[in-house]
């Protein structure tokens, strides 16, 4: 069965402390990863694709990578406005898209 | 440029009603994506309309059911609503996929706040 696993369900930060979020996937044929970013009572904000492992891709404080089993989303140097939820996505073969319930992450000034 | 738009922001409704969201995308968009999103759950697939059809659907029961008009705006229609129904109902366009081996990012609409009561 297609899945996705986000680790942690939780995570706080000091201002300025870098981590990663995890987003572990297992789907039959990987048209495309994605993550997002989602504030409270607000739709996802688009941050990455990613399309096949050893791809990266950078966004101001944010870097995506993939693997064949998982994806990582490295946040570097955080800022209190990157208190959001982050959410993982993955369409498989038969097109169909599957979410993970997303990392919540609160910096802490 | 306009983003995804979505109409009504919140509907308050009793069980046993039907409800209607609507959908616009963005310009150039013609593929459509419902997804609801309830409290403590992550976003599940709803829908796919591309080019006016149907595409794919989730694991949900033919009471949530939907079109897509020739201006590739889209409407999202639940029946005999239940209690349980109550989430956010989130709309998402991207370029057309058709036969693309590359999948379009997804841009995604504020949402539709349904409460079932």
């Not at chain 1, 789907?27 to 009572?41: A, E, I, K, N, T």
């Given at each position: ?16 402390e870098s981590s ?55 946040i570097t140097a ?32 | ?117």
């Amino acid at each position: 069965e297609d899945q996705v696993t986000q680790s942690p369900e939780a995570l706080r930060l000091q201002e300025g402390e870098s981590s990663s979020l995890n987003c572990s996937y297992t789907v039959s044929g990987l048209r495309g990863l994605f993550w997002y970013r989602q504030d409270p009572g607000k739709g996802p904000e688009f941050l990455f694709t990613l399309y096949s492992a050893g791809e990266e891709k950078e966004k101001e404080r944010l870097k995506a990578t993939l693997t064949k089993k998982e994806s990582f989303l490295h946040i570097t140097a955080p800022k209190p406005e990157d208190s959001a939820t982050y959410l993982c996505a993955v369409q498989a073969r038969d097109d169909k898209i599957i979410f993970g319930k997303g990392t919540r992450l609160h910096i802490l000034p | 440029e306009a983003g995804v738009t979505q109409s009504p922001t919140h509907l308050i409704k009793t069980r046993g009603q039907q409800a209607t969201l609507r959908c616009s995308p963005i310009s150039g968009h013609t593929s459509v994506y419902w997804y609801q999103q309830a409290l403590g759950l992550g976003l599940q697939f709803l829908l796919w309309y591309d080019e006016g059809e149907e595409r794919n659907r989730g694991n949900f029961p033919p009471r949530f059911s939907g079109r897509q008009f020739p201006n590739y705006s889209s409407e999202l229609n639940v029946n005999a609503l239940e209690l349980e129904d109550s989430a956010l109902y989130l709309c998402a366009s991207s370029l057309g996929s058709g036969l693309v081996v590359r999948t379009d990012t997804q841009y995604f609409g504020p949402g539709t706040r349904l409460t079932v009561l």
